[in-house]
């Protein structure tokens, strides 16, 4: 079993800047690596970042530029540094890590940009 914690979220005004933190914890070894979705209201989640065990980081083609995924490997938890926030970017924001058997996810952070 895998337990994820995310911290970070929040109200931030457009052109501010977040850090998303995801925390694992139980079995991380059997991790291959971490990530992030993002959930607006009425829709379905859509994958933003995601980072591997090595580094290796992939990334929507939205999200290109402004969001940047990281990870502390020693911390066993993931960042997601999200720059030049737009009110567009209002959503509830999960982290996710896979593991051979199953994905694990946590609770989720809201972010809401607005002035």
């Known amino acids: 079993q895998v337990q994820l914690v995310e911290s970070g979220g929040g109200l931030v005004q457009p052109g501010g800047s977040l850090r998303l933190s995801c925390t694992a914890s139980?079995?991380?070894?059997?991790?291959?690596?971490m990530g992030w979705y993002r959930q607006f209201p009425g829709k379905q989640r859509e994958e933003v970042a995601y980072i591997t065990t090595s580094g290796t980081t992939n990334y929507a083609d939205s999200v290109k530029g402004r969001f940047t995924i990281s990870r502390d490997a020693a911390k066993n938890t993931a960042y997601l540094q999200i720059d030049n926030l737009k009110p567009e970017d209002t959503a509830v924001f999960y982290c996710y890590a896979p593991t051979f058997s199953q994905t694990y996810w946590g609770q989720g952070t809201q972010v809401t940009v607005s002035s």
């Open positions: 139980g079995s991380v070894f059997m991790i291959y690596g």
